[in-house]
């Protein structure tokens, strides 16, 4: 009788916790469901209301995105400066991060205060400053300065992350590697940079995120319009001029495929990267 | 430091070494730039070059803090901060919970979530705002369908009820990241914790409370900074929503530092609030940092 | 060690922010732009043109037959349509010298004026001495944008491109079928009018997308206007007549009064002014009130167009005295920055000659026919830029936004935001104080 209680519990347990998740899934993709009907509509049919089935499967609104917004060249551009800027966060801010972790300088301190205040300012307060720099460097139209910028406003937020996860790791782990003769770089490397993969992942997709999808700075730094980012391209869609709205739902829609791809090639590795977290940790 | 031995000081060289990089772009891209701002919210200017910078002191800290348009951003922000802790906190937990559980489909439902943050601010933007019309809005639709055509009113344009569906279409789309964070922290408990738990007889709920969420504790601290200073900060989904209108009802401070800045062309003012912003952020992450969280050690 | 560098920092953060940029003396320059050697000179335009748009090209035409006609010059455009972004990106680039464009597009008013007040905008005077038949290029409409004389600075700033007036369009089959006849809607009043006959009958007579504010701000402008004259423009601007005056309370009171009535819109505050355009452009509603740019906006596929429904009328007078005083002139005019390299000045002044010579101008009116700062000469145009034009010609005077002719650069933000509080609900007191209370503010 209690074991068959038990058991009705634990079911019923596992059912609840099932409807959660599948909750969360569905108020997850609605909105997505509905922008990609919107995207197959004319401008009257949205009009009449969006949580409707198209009444012809229009997809002009594609090619029509695709011819106005440059939207494979602007898509391939993106992805090349949020790749970088990803690699070279985490390429800068792992060391470190680090070094602020596990070593005891007293200068150190005052390093992390510096990112955390990083991590902490509004991006349109260093706008003009940032324009003088570039112009002083004539950096116009460069992808590795606005990498660079992208860098730097990632960072701070970086550095924070790995040092919170690093500084909760166990020590004895490094301790043994110094024994054994390791030297920081290769504790680094062979040792932490595999265990810190979760939280890698974790600040790379919002590197990631954003490298792709920045605005701002991308309208000032880059003007030539072979070299436009998504965002900047997606502009001609939003302009006070247009008026026609299944083109920019087509926009969102394939926008979103590319990072869809990546987060589903990425996939894998945060899962093994996991996997390795509970089994060293 | 010079007087200690030369292993010390090639180890202090090292780490020097390891952070000097992100110290320098930091510093180039970032510090320099607040530097100007904070000597331009000393100033009056009109931000266009060449013309004189007129030092006033500390007029526009005193204007900035004297004016309601500030402190009604200063609200919004405060929202921002009490839906993090309230809505996104506990959701992101839960559905950290749920996909490091034993349920079948993780892989699936873990994806499904992170999915509206892989949008981008913009595009989440857009999308909300359309479903958000009062005229032709799903939500709009569903409460005629409802019989409820009474409830429907301007949504993003009523004071309060607009920055508030920002927030929520805010933790939206940061509820699957979040989790993110948390499942990293989960996943890192050693599994020994976890058998030792359960013969204990510490399972469910009790567990999560008594084992799983302190043992992530490091995980509420990451959330909690990010959360405060991103609420702070808060522009992207602001200004793709409601562009802080109608007549800044629904900005937020670095909205309101943008529009100062670059509509009205008030650059010291527009300083004043970045340099208030900045150290407001710092204090409260320091305060995070250092009081509630080194305390429990 | 560590403090050294950071003062270091600090010096040079010092430095580079308040240093000055000492500029190039030219004693003698050159007026004669077409006689000149150009090798490997560029230039970059900042604009808002939009290359999803049917201009876009026609844009992109004109630089690209530029750059054949004068290979030594290289032009390079920043384009952005969106507003908000367009005039951060403005605001950036004209922060510092070294970033400024060579020829920027604005609309005029108090923004121009902070450049043309600090000496960063060419002076086009000695120009047109050089090229007088340049000048006959220009018909008078857009005269309002290149001149500066009400801020205290004398000669000719810009080159006119656009013209607008302010219009009210009608849907013919809706009035038709509610019996209103388009000719009798002469006044305010007999708009009202019209408008209570629609509610009535269950039409909408506006949808305005006040989610954009400059909706009623236009709407303000022009209300003004046609109630007390062009010249209110000067006295508010000059302050002599307040924002929380009777005169002033009045207008907010008008557009107060159509807002409660239902006539402006049922969700004003929701649309924005392209969702305005396409309830009008589908037979949502049977009126709006927009800049004559709609009129050779993309129709394409639109019955209403292609049947020849939609028409222009000019704005409704208040008091009958001000009939012909409207809300219009210049719309575009580019401006061109004296980045202090002769070279560069020379070659945009040249492009500018070009874009606004006559066949440059006829093309591009071809392909979009709304109303210019320059003659055209070619009777291409659809049906509704022709009413459109009739009508300017009629106008007796214009204005632009009323905010423009103020000092302070806030003030079209300021009235505009304080004017989306009518769809809010609040009171002209309200709007009024709300106005004066960040005058007070921002002084």
Not at chain 3, 101 to 112: A, K, L, M, T, W
Not at chain 3, 179 to 185: E, K, R, V
Request: proline letters at 3%; glycine letters at 8%; aromatic letters at 12%.
């Amino acid at each position: 009788m209690s074991m068959n209680k038990n058991r009705f519990w634990r079911g019923l347990k596992k059912g609840l916790m099932y409807f959660i998740a599948i909750f969360a899934a569905m108020v997850t993709f609605f909105p997505l469901i509905v922008t990609f009907l919107s995207s197959l509509k004319t401008n009257e049919e949205i009009l009449l209301g969006m949580f409707s089935w198209p009444k012809v499967w229009n997809f002009g609104n594609y090619p029509e995105a695709v011819r106005a917004a440059n939207a494979f060249k602007a898509i391939g551009n993106s992805l090349f400066v949020a790749i970088a800027t990803l690699a070279v966060t985490v390429i800068i801010a792992m060391p470190g991060a680090y070094a602020i972790a596990r070593k005891n300088y007293s200068y150190l301190k005052a390093v992390y205060i510096l990112f955390m205040a990083g991590v902490m300012v509004p991006v349109h307060c260093t706008l003009v400053s940032v324009t003088k720099i570039s112009s002083a460097l004539g950096t116009k139209n460069s992808y590795i300065f606005l990498i660079l910028i992208y860098t730097a406003f990632n960072l701070s937020q970086a550095v924070f992350l790995f040092t919170g996860y690093i500084s909760s790791l166990d020590k004895g782990l490094d301790e043994a590697a110094k024994i054994d003769g390791c030297g920081d770089l290769r504790i680094l490397v062979q040792i932490l940079l595999p265990i810190c993969k979760p939280i890698i992942a974790t600040e790379a997709i919002l590197v990631f995120i954003y490298g792709y999808s920045e605005l701002i700075f991308s309208l000032i730094l880059i003007t030539d319009s072979t070299k436009y980012t998504i965002s900047r391209a997606m502009l001609n869609f939003t302009s006070n001029f247009t008026t026609n709205y299944g083109p920019q739902f087509a926009f969102v829609i394939m926008s979103m495929i590319p990072m869809l791809v990546i987060y589903l090639i990425l996939h894998e590795k945060v899962e093994a990267g996991m996997l390795a977290g509970a089994v060293k940790g | 430091m010079f007087f200690k031995s030369a292993k010390y000081r090639k180890a202090f060289l090292k780490s020097l070494l390891f952070v000097l990089p992100g110290v320098i772009i930091t510093l180039v891209f970032v510090i320099y730039p607040v530097i100007n701002t904070a000597w331009l919210s000393l100033n009056s200017w009109n931000g266009i070059g060449g013309s004189p910078i007129k030092w006033v002191g500390l007029q526009n800290y005193i204007k900035t803090l004297t004016s309601v348009k500030f402190w009604n951003s200063m609200l919004n922000a405060l929202y921002f901060v009490i839906g993090g802790f309230i809505i996104l906190m506990p959701i992101a937990f839960g559905l950290a919970l749920l996909v490091t559980s034993k349920l079948k489909g993780t892989k699936f439902f873990k994806a499904a979530y992170l999915m509206p943050v892989m949008l981008g601010t913009t595009a989440v933007g857009l999308m909300w705002s359309f479903m958000l019309n009062a005229n032709f809005g799903v939500l709009a639709q569903f409460l005629k369908a409802i019989g409820h055509s009474e409830w429907i009113i301007n949504w993003l344009a009523t004071p309060t009820v607009n920055i508030w569906c920002v927030v929520l279409v805010n933790e939206w789309m940061y509820a699957g990241y979040n989790m993110l964070i948390f499942a990293a922290g989960i996943v890192a408990i050693p599994d020994d914790v976890h058998e030792a738990a359960l013969l204990d007889g510490c399972t469910g709920i009790k567990k999560v409370i008594y084992i799983t969420a302190p043992l992530c504790k490091n995980m509420f601290m990451v959330f909690s900074v990010l959360c405060i200073t991103g609420c702070l900060k808060a522009f992207d989904i602001v200004w793709a929503m409601t562009n802080g209108g109608p007549m800044d009802s629904s900005a937020t401070p670095a909205v309101l530092l943008y529009t100062q800045g670059f509509q009205y062309k008030l650059m010291g003012r527009s300083g004043s609030i970045s340099i208030i912003l900045l150290v407001l952020g710092l204090i409260l992450s320091l305060l995070l940092n250092n009081v509630i969280f080194k305390e429990r050690d | 060690m560590k403090k050294k560098l950071l003062a270091a920092v600090l010096a040079a953060a010092m430095v580079a922010s308040t240093g000055c940029v000492v500029m190039a003396a030219d004693g003698d320059t050159d007026y004669d732009v077409e006689n000149r050697e150009y090798k490997d000179v560029t230039i970059t335009l900042h604009t808002r043109w939009d290359a999803a748009d049917i201009t876009g090209t026609l844009y992109q035409n004109i630089v690209d037959g530029f750059m054949k006609k004068y290979p030594g010059i290289k032009v390079e455009s920043i384009n952005i349509p969106t507003e908000s972004e367009w005039l951060n990106s403005e605001s950036v680039l004209m922060a510092d010298k070294s970033s400024m464009p060579n020829i920027i597009v604005e609309y005029g008013g108090s923004r121009v004026a902070g450049y043309v007040q600090e000496d960063l905008i060419v002076d086009m005077d000695p120009y047109y001495e050089q090229y007088p038949e340049w000048k006959e290029r220009f018909n008078s409409i857009g005269d309002g944008m290149t001149d500066y004389t009400a801020y205290g600075v004398e000669g000719t700033y810009g080159v006119p491109w656009s013209a607008y007036e302010v219009m009210l369009f009608y849907n013919e089959d809706i009035l038709n079928e509610n019996g209103i006849d388009p000719a009798s809607l002469k006044s305010w009043d007999d708009l009202m009018d019209a408008c209570a006959k629609l509610k009535e009958n269950g039409v909408q007579p506006f949808e305005m997308g006040e989610k954009d504010d400059y909706r009623f701000g236009h709407l303000h402008s022009v209300l003004n206007y046609k109630t007390y004259g062009c010249e209110i423009a000067e006295k508010l601007g000059s302050r002599e007549i307040s924002y929380d005056g009777e005169e002033e309370k009045k207008i907010y009171d008008m557009i107060k009064d159509a807002v409660d009535k239902g006539y402006l819109g049922t969700n004003l505050l929701g649309n924005d002014d392209g969702q305005e355009r396409s309830i009008f452009n589908t037979g949502g509603c049977a009126f709006i009130t927009m800049g004559t740019w709609f009129c050779a906006e993309d129709h394409d596929a639109l019955e209403l167009f292609d049947s020849q429904k939609v028409h222009a009328i000019r704005f409704p007078y208040v008091d009958e005295k001000y009939e012909f005083h409207d809300m219009g002139g210049g719309n575009e005019a580019y401006y061109i920055v004296d980045t202090g390299d002769a070279d560069e000045v020379a070659a945009s002044v040249l492009f500018m000659k070009y874009m606004t010579s006559e066949d440059v101008v006829n093309t591009f009116y071809e392909g979009y026919p709304a109303p210019m700062s320059v003659n055209v000469t070619t009777e291409a145009g659809d049906y509704l830029t022709a009413e459109a034009n009739e009508i300017i010609a009629e106008t007796k005077e214009v204005r632009g936004d009323i905010e423009n002719y103020d000092s302070a650069t806030h003030m079209i933000n300021t009235v505009r935001q304080a004017l989306q509080g009518i769809a809010m609900g609040n009171s002209s007191d309200e709007v009024g104080k709300t106005i004066t209370d960040l005058i007070a503010e921002y002084e």
